[in-house]
């Protein structure tokens, strides 16, 4: 018989927020990946623990792929970048005479 997991079981298996967990399954993105939520009565939802499982192993899979891939050896150091000096996306605010 399988394992059933709550939401935040099953967000601290995959390592996020369960809000972020609960944002993919919303998305379908769970569906996605093989993972099929079932209902409870209560209207609950649960995952079996061997498909949220191989999901983790193919997210830490992606990962390691990404980080071997990356010249700096981050997952995500492309992704992030750096500001060009001096640029930092923000605007000085106007002053009470531009605003109007």
């Known amino acids: 018989m399988s394992e059933y997991l709550t939401s935040s079981q099953a967000a601290r298996l995959l390592g996020v927020a369960r809000s972020t ?17 079932i209902q409870t009565l209560g209207g609950h ?15 830490l899979s992606r ?13 995500f150091g492309e992704a992030v970048g750096h500001p060009e000096e001096g640029d ?8 009470p005479s531009e605003s109007g």
């Open 88 to 95: 930092y996306g923000a605007k000085e605010p106007a002053s």
């Open 21 to 37: 967990f609960h944002n993919w399954h919303i998305s379908g993105k769970l569906e996605e990946y093989g993972v099929h939520a």
């Open 63 to 75: 990962a390691r792929r990404s980080a071997a891939a990356s010249p700096n050896g981050h997952a």
């Open 45 to 59: 939802y649960r995952y079996r623990r061997e498909e949220i499982e191989a999901l983790r192993d193919l997210l």
